[in-house]
């Protein structure tokens, strides 16, 4: 974990989706609201699909993107998860186009 200002902690990882086929890059970092986010760094480009924060479940809070979940993630545990489940579901996507 790093720490930084106002002691908001920060992690990365790589995670390959369980199809083998990509590598996603996350920062994992805990706000001052205690909430965790899991945002994207590097990822497989989405070519002709639709880049729309609906379509891909992101959000941005300028110019970062960060998966979308639809509650708090109190843990980093928590967001590590989520985001691995996002890596494989927008693997899904990009190759089949099954939104999800």
């Known amino acids: 974990m790093l720490f930084f200002g106002k002691k908001t902690m920060r992690s990365r990882n790589t ?3 369980k199809d083998g086929r990509a590598d996603y890059r996350f920062s994992f970092e805990r706000l001052p609201t205690g909430e965790w986010r899991a945002y994207i ?3 497989p480009s989405y070519g002709s ?3 729309s924060s609906h379509a891909t479940h992101r959000l ?3 110019t970062r993107k960060y998966v979308c979940w639809d509650r708090p993630l109190r843990t ?3 967001a590590r998860s989520v985001a691995a489940l996002w890596a494989d579901k927008t693997q899904e996507y990009i190759r089949y186009g099954h939104r999800f």
Do not use: K, L
């Open 15 to 17: 995670y390959r989706t």
């Open 76 to 78: 980093e545990s928590q």
């Open 60 to 62: 941005s809070d300028g």
């Open 49 to 51: 699909r639709d880049r």
């Open 41 to 43: 760094e590097s990822m």
